[in-house]
């Protein structure tokens, strides 16, 4: 039997209104709508939903993973409401599959919006309304775990504090637009509540535990006014470690780099208690703290509030304000700075989850590169570099066969993309590749065609520059021969005493839709030539033209014609690419012998 749809706590006046205040209608909310998403990770669900529930509709301020026509919408009658049972129960809703609870069976969500597992969390406003629910929906039956539902009932406190931060912040607009006047108190008052707003935005775009604390302090300057911004974590061990030793002396960030968690310190307190620590002059510091008494006194401080960062656990860590005069905290400025500490605490887990996905790419991807083989009687050698920037992680490779003797096989190339899928295309299609040299003696051309063929029949879309080139000795004089086809890719540079030249001929990219014919060229290299293969995160930059940059970086091949090839390869990698490239680099460089 399900719920009457309308019943009394759903319609109470003081409730709807509580609903009204919020200023929330049926569209999208940026700031809802990136906490929905942060939902729809963290629990990996399809759908996320915050949802507040009137008299005889649902409203999706926050929405992410809808289906259309609903996104759009951004609303559904009560006969699609799970959420309404949230706010006549005051309770969390928690449904493994809504085809087989009675609670919800003659719902229409189940078909119209494939609704089968949900959690809903009550959203309250400052008086303990419940205006709506955060809801994280999958379209298949779901077994909710505890520590899913922890989580999700921390988020939904998160998502209550945003709620009632915008009440508050709408009625001082209201005062403002009536009064046409405020005082300073009520301007500060004023700007304080929009610092949560601002750092919702603001801490999305940030990606280490650095940006954050520079985030934070950069949001606080001008309103608190701290003279100094401090994040400190909460390492398995139990011991705390400051994360922002960059903006203090060197002797008081080593002092306190790494500590026990027993301290009696303002970070240390605030996690032990799970409670704000308020310390609004130097006596309270002596009492409460007093290990941190004497670096207050070194740097001339007289008060400070450390606020927990709330984790699934309990505290991670501690957000640190500090003031050189006595500074007390009012209730509304305590209530913003632990708002703002929950930001920041899914800021640094983030930040950490980026850190160790970067990693897993990074081993991934250099994982995906061969050994180069003994290349006697030829010098070899090669190096590849992530990104500084960006995904830190991409298709670029480099790959050496031998295939006889003195006959060596010798592959450069870059798979469309930036990112861990771009890395696995790569792996498919070196080992493709490395299949076929070692199978067909055929011609360059010959391979890369086939190669194409392969990726067709085997349904793989994958795009990308490749140059293959066989080296050997001329069989009718001193020297050697280079063999090679060149699909799109940056043309190869050929390294004499003479000076440096690209070896042209370019045909279209491996997955190129057009079906033209490849070609190989032959080039006779005298002894001791080097050649240089890279791909074009070498020399790309967005701020000069890719001609001028190869024009550079030939004269400057040159120029290092008799260095050691590693040598070699670091100062061009040094010279072009440096501590700042954008795209991963890939190069290959081989010398042949001065006599054969």
């Known amino acids: 039997m399900t719920l009457d749809p309308t019943p009394a706590p759903l319609t109470a006046p003081g409730r709807l209104a509580a609903v009204v205040s919020t200023g929330l209608t049926a569209k999208a909310d940026p700031a809802l709508d990136r906490f929905t998403a942060m939902v729809r990770t963290v629990l990996d669900v399809p759908v996320a939903l915050i949802s507040l529930v009137g008299a005889d509709r649902q409203i999706f301020p926050g929405a992410c993973g809808l289906a259309d026509p609903w996104q759009l919408q951004r609303q559904t009658p009560l006969s699609h409401s799970f959420c309404q049972h949230v706010v006549v129960t005051a309770e969390p809703l928690i449904i493994p599959d809504a085809r087989t609870d009675s609670r919800v069976t003659g ?106 604390v520079e985030v934070v302090r950069d949001l606080v300057t001008g309103s608190l006014n701290p003279a100094y911004v401090g994040v400190s974590l909460l390492d398995p061990a139990g011991q705390v470690n400051l994360q922002s030793g960059l903006s203090l002396p060197a002797r008081i960030a080593e002092r306190w780099h790494h500590y026990t968690g027993t301290a009696a310190t ?185 190669l194409d063929t392969a990726n067709r029949a085997l349904g793989d879309q994958i795009t990308a520059t490749a140059l293959l080139a066989y080296l050997q000795p001329e069989l009718d004089r001193e020297g050697h021969r280079l063999h090679w086809s060149n699909a799109g890719h940056p043309s190869p540079i050929l390294i004499t005493s003479t000076g440096a030249i690209a070896l042209q001929g370019r045909d279209p990219l491996i997955g190129a839709p057009t079906r033209s014919p490849r070609t190989s060229h032959t080039h006779h290299l005298p002894p001791g030539s080097t050649l240089l293969f890279y791909t074009d995160g070498l020399i790309e930059t967005r701020r000069y033209a890719f001609d001028e940059r190869e024009r550079l970086l030939h004269a400057a091949a040159a120029a290092l014609a008799d260095k050691p090839l590693p040598e070699l390869l670091d100062q061009l990698y040094r010279d072009f690419a440096g501590d700042d490239h954008e795209d991963d680099v890939a190069l290959l460089a081989v010398r042949t012998p001065h006599r054969i």
């Not at 998502?159 to 009520?186: F, K």
């Not at 601002?198 to 650095?210: H, I, W």
């Not at 303002?266 to 703290?289: F, I, K, M, Y």
């Open 107 to 212: 719902n229409l969500a189940i078909h119209d919006l494939n609704v089968v597992g949900y959690a809903g969390m009550p959203l309250t406003d400052a008086t303990g309304q419940v205006l709506g629910s955060l809801c994280a929906i999958d379209s298949s039956p779901r077994r909710w775990t505890a520590k899913e539902l922890a989580v999700l009932s921390e988020l939904a406190a998160a998502c209550s504090d945003m709620l009632r931060l915008r009440v508050t912040t709408r009625t001082a607009r209201h005062r403002e637009n009536q009064a046409r006047a405020r005082n300073a108190t009520a301007d500060a008052a004023f700007d304080r509540s929009q610092l949560l707003l601002r750092a919702s935005s603001a801490l999305a775009e940030t990606s280490t535990g650095d940006d954050i």
């Open 266 to 450: 303002p970070s240390a307190l605030a996690v032990r208690l799970g409670a704000q620590v308020l310390l609004p002059d130097l006596a309270t510091v002596q009492a409460l703290t007093p290990d941190a008494l004497d670096t207050f006194t070194e740097m001339g401080w007289q008060s400070a509030a450390s606020i927990p960062l709330p984790g699934v656990a309990g505290p991670i860590g501690a957000l640190t304000f500090v003031w050189k005069q006595p500074y007390q905290l009012d209730p509304a400025e305590q209530a913003v700075l632990a708002a703002l500490a929950g930001f920041v605490a899914q800021a640094l887990q983030r930040a950490d989850y980026l850190v160790s996905r970067e990693n897993v790419a990074t081993v991934l991807q250099r994982a995906l590169l061969s050994e180069l083989p003994d290349g006697a009687p030829y010098e070899l050698a090669a190096r590849y570099e992530p990104a500084a920037r960006g995904e830190y992680v991409g298709g670029d490779w480099y790959d050496a066969v031998r295939l006889d003797t003195a006959h060596l096989a010798l592959v450069v190339g870059d798979v469309t993309g930036h990112d861990m899928r771009a890395a696995a295309l790569m792996g498919r299609l070196r080992n493709k590749l490395r299949l076929l040299l070692v199978d067909r003696h055929e011609p360059p051309a010959a391979l890369l065609r086939r």
